[in-house]
C-alpha cells in the first residue's frame, strides 16, 4: 500500500480531533498499532513521526506517543475567590436586564447567555412530536395537568433519577416552568423576606435575581474554580448569622465557573448543612452535560437523608429552553412547594409535558445527550484555544467538568462592563460582564463569561479575535476612563 503511513496519521489525526484520544492519553504502542492494522512497524513509526512533527503527540523514551496537551495548558485557571462574610441586598435588576435583551437580539454573535443554538438540539424531531401527541392526545392537550404535573413525566424522571444516585418515585417530583420557577418556589418555601441565603461566589445572576425579587440577602461563599465551593467557609458562615434560610449551589458543571463537587464533598455539604438544619436547594441544570469521558455525577440529593435537599432541573439544556419544562423534587417541603405552586402557576403547560414524556420514552433522549456532550466538549476546547491565542497573555480561563460555559479572569485593571458594552455597540458581540454574577455587581468587573453553545466558524473565530484586540486595548481598562 503507498502511502499506508499518511493514511494512518490522518486516521489517528482524525481520532484524537475527535477526542477518542484526550490530551495527555498514550496512544495505542507501535506494536499494537502494527498488528491491529496489518502495517509494518516502520510504517506505523514513520505515521507517529507525522503526527509529532504536526504537534499533535510527543513520544516519551520507552513509554510510548501521547496526545499533546493543548496550547491551552499553559493559560492558568481562574483564581480562587473569596468570601463575603456581610449579608447583601442584590441589586441586579437592570444589569441582567440588559444582558437578556442584548444577548437575545438579532445579528449578534451570541457569546452572552447560557443558551444552546438550535442547530445541536433535537429540533425538529421535538417539533414532530408536539405536533404528533398534540394530535393524538387532544382532550390531555387541552385539559389543565395536576398541579405536580402529568404523573406519565414524573414517572419518566423518576426513572431517571436512579442515574442520578436517587431512588425516587413519581411523586417525589414536581414539574415546573422551567429551572426558574423552581427556583422560585424552592426559595420562597423555605423563606422569610430579609433572611439570608448562602450562595456560590461567583453566582449565576438568574438566581441572585431571583433573590432579589423575593427580598432575600446574600452571603457570597469562596469558591475555588476546580473544587467548587469552600466548605469550611460555608461553615464559619453557619455559625456566624442565624438567619440563614437556604444554602443554594449549581453542583455539577456549576454557572458560570464550570466545576462539579465530588460525591465526597457533596456528602459533606449535606452533612454540614443538616447539622445547621439548613435546606440545600441544588440547582442540577448541566447534571446530563458533563464531559463525555466521565460518568454522570451523582446529586447531592443522593445522600440526602432528611428530606432537607430540594433538587432542581431543567431541560432546557438539553431539549429546548422554550419548552419551559424543568422540575424539582422538594422533600419534606412538598406540601408547601405545591400550595406555592398552585397559587402561582396553576400548573405547568400540558402540551410540552406530554411531548417531554414522549422525548424521554421513545425520542433516544439518551443518543442525543451523547452526542451532545461530544459536541459541547470539542465547542469547549475550539474557543478555548481561540481565546489563548487572541487574549492577554495573563488571561486565565476556566476548564470547565461541563457544560458550555467559559470564565475568563483578566487584570486587575480590566473594565467587563465597557467591554461588554464596547463588544456589543460596536461589533454586535455579545459578552455577560462579571458584574453580574455578584450581590452588588461590584465583584468580578475584571471577569467575563462566555457561551460556547453555538458550533465554532469563522463568524465566531473573528468574533473571538475581535474581543481579544478589544481586551488588548487600553479602551477595556479602569484607568483610562
Ligand atoms: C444555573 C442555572 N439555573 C437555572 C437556569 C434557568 O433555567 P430554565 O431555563 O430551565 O428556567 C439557568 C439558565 O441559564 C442556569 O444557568
Redesign the pocket.
Known sequence: MDHSYQQLANNLQKQINARTYLPGDRLPSVRELAKDHGLSLETVLHALRILENNGLVDAKVRSGFYVREPKLQSVATPNKTATVFRAKDVTLSLLRHQAVTFGTSKNIVPLGL?LLSSEVLPTRRLAQTLSSVARRYPKETSNQAPVAGMESLRQQLAQRASNWGCFLSPDDVVITC????A?HLALRAVSHRGDIVLVESPC?F??LEIIESLGLRVIEIATDPREGVDLPELESALKRFNRIAACLL?TNAS?PLGYTLTSRIKQNLVRLLSRFQVPLIE?D??GELHRPETERPKVAKSFDEDGTVILVG?F?KTLA?GLRI?WMVPGKFRDRILQLKSATSLATPSLPQLAATEFLKFGSFDAHLRRLRGFLADQIYRFSSAIAESFPPATRISRPSGGFLLWLELDADFDALTFAASALNRYRIAVVPGNLFSAGGERYQNCFRISCGHAFSPRFAEAIATLGKLACSREARTHDK
Open positions: 447560557s422551567g429551572a426558574s420557577e427556583l449565576y438568574g438566581t449549581v454557572n440547582d441544570i448541566f431543567s432546557s429552553p424543568g
